[in-house]
């Protein structure tokens, strides 16, 4: 590349993603094939509209592109309609409420602070929450989601629409729960998977498809594919509307987006083909299998876990009983070569800039190949790193916070230990390569 400016910046993103662990449980290595389709000559093609009905000519190759992708989707899902050309979970979430609602509706679903996203009708400062009208349910005092509580809820607000997923849930969902009480209120179920489509794909989470109506998800988490994402209308949805398919279409292009990424759509088709060999389910398993491993000897070196641990590829370390809080732990860890983002807690009455957690995952080190030894000794670096910083405790005066963040940012980058943490951390990386 001619640009060295940008060519260095590149390398060094490279290299930083080669030797620290990438624990963000939202991040993965997405394989050589699937990156490799993103810079292809397909970038530069329009095509508006979809397969045999496109606003330009040259879509030939597109169309067949964009059909092998819908028909894996599909294959993989177990479901009679896919639409791929969602940008990203965002608007796929946007799309959604426009073809199946009138402004002012309400959408029922998670709260931010216990694992929720913004696009699930956070009051004020969204789309989802500012031009539909909110209806949040909590988690009770264990971070579980309480469906008596949410049943009720339901019953009250009349959602015309309950959207289940989350960004920091470890827990399983219960599906067919979630039905009985959308049908309750004549409610569309809209299951939000874009964390854990992977763990579905590869029969290690129960599948929403029996029983939503629509289900989207992004295509860059646990499923390893490119920025994306996908909405799936299921038989339940069809059956309820057989028009479902073409409003959820329509709601997409022309509603909210022009000219699908066609390079996007060739890797999400890669990326399919990727999650329907053997090696996925396999790769699923040891996901779940790395979360359980690491959670339990994080609990047994003392750390509180929300909900008390994970069923799934994710977990939240709650930091409030150690007097820490997220920004402090996740700078540190940072500086140990383990990448990880600070969160809000259940309950958390920090906000959501100084949160009280840590959220952690394993699918993008599970892609290096690491399994269960590797956990137990990143759960140890875990431990240690937090035990360097506990000092340094939540200041609620502004000033006073600013302070010590500045003080601790010098202080930490001369601490023995956590230098010798990142040399470790570099050797097993140095072992594992990236994907
Ligand atoms: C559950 C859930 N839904 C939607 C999104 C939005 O996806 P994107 O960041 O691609 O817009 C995310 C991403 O974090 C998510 O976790």
Not at 238 to 245: A, N, S, V
Not at 364 to 385: D, F, L, P, Y
Request: net charge positive; with cysteine; aromatic share 8%.
């Amino acid at each position: 590349m001619k640009d060295i400016q940008i060519t260095n910046l590149i390398k060094k993103e490279e290299r930083r993603q080669r030797d620290t662990l990438m624990m963000i449980p939202s991040e993965n290595y997405a394989s050589k094939d699937v990156l490799k389709a993103l810079g292809t000559v397909l970038s530069n093609k329009y095509s508006e509209g979809y397969s045999g009905a496109r606003y330009y000519q040259g879509n030939k190759f597109i169309d067949q592109i964009e059909t092998l992708a819908i028909e894996r989707a599909k294959k993989l899902f177990g479901v009679p309609h896919v639409n791929v050309q969602p940008y990203s979970g965002s608007p796929a979430n946007s799309a959604i409420y426009f073809a199946l609602l009138k402004p002012g509706d309400k959408i029922m679903g998670l709260m931010l602070r216990p694992g929720g996203h913004l696009t699930h009708g956070h009051p004020d400062v969204t789309f989802s929450g500012k031009y539909f009208t909110p209806v949040q349910y909590d988690v009770d005092i264990n971070g579980i989601i309480d469906m008596e509580s949410v049943a009720k809820l339901a019953k009250k607000e009349k959602p015309q629409i309950i959207v289940v997923g989350t960004t920091a849930y470890p827990r399983v969902f219960d599906w067919k729960k979630w039905r009985i009480i959308a049908d309750s209120v004549g409610a569309y179920l809209l299951a939000d998977i874009s964390h854990i489509a992977g763990l579905i794909a590869g029969g290690v989470h129960p599948s929403p498809v029996p029983y939503a109506d629509i289900v989207m998800t992004t295509t860059h988490k646990t499923l390893r594919g490119p920025r994306g994402a996908m909405i799936l209308v299921t038989d339940v949805g069809l059956k309820k509307d057989p028009e479902m398919g073409k409003k959820i279409d329509r709601g997409v292009f022309p509603g909210l987006q022009g000219g699908p990424h066609d390079h996007q759509t060739a890797s999400i088709a890669i990326t399919l083909y990727e999650a329907l060999s053997p090696n996925f389910k396999k790769y699923a398993a040891q996901i779940v299998a790395n979360a359980h491993v690491l959670s339990k000897e994080l609990m047994s070196k003392g750390l509180t876990l929300t909900t008390g641990g994970t069923d799934n590829h994710l977990m939240v370390i709650d930091l409030r009983p150690l007097g820490l809080y997220g920004n402090i732990v996740a700078e540190a860890l940072e500086m140990a070569g383990i990448v990880t983002n600070r969160n809000s807690v259940p309950h958390d009455e920090n906000p959501p800039f100084y949160p009280s957690g840590i959220r952690l995952g394993t699918p993008a080190v599970t892609s290096r190949g690491m399994k269960e030894g590797e956990m137990k000794r990143i759960a140890g670096w875990i431990v240690e790193v937090i035990d360097e910083v506990k000092e340094y405790r939540f200041k609620k005066d502004k000033e006073e916070r600013k302070v010590m963040l500045k003080n601790f940012r010098t202080e930490i980058k001369r601490n023995k230990r956590i230098k010798e943490i990142e040399k470790e951390v570099k050797i097993l990386c140095s072992k594992f390569p990236t994907p």
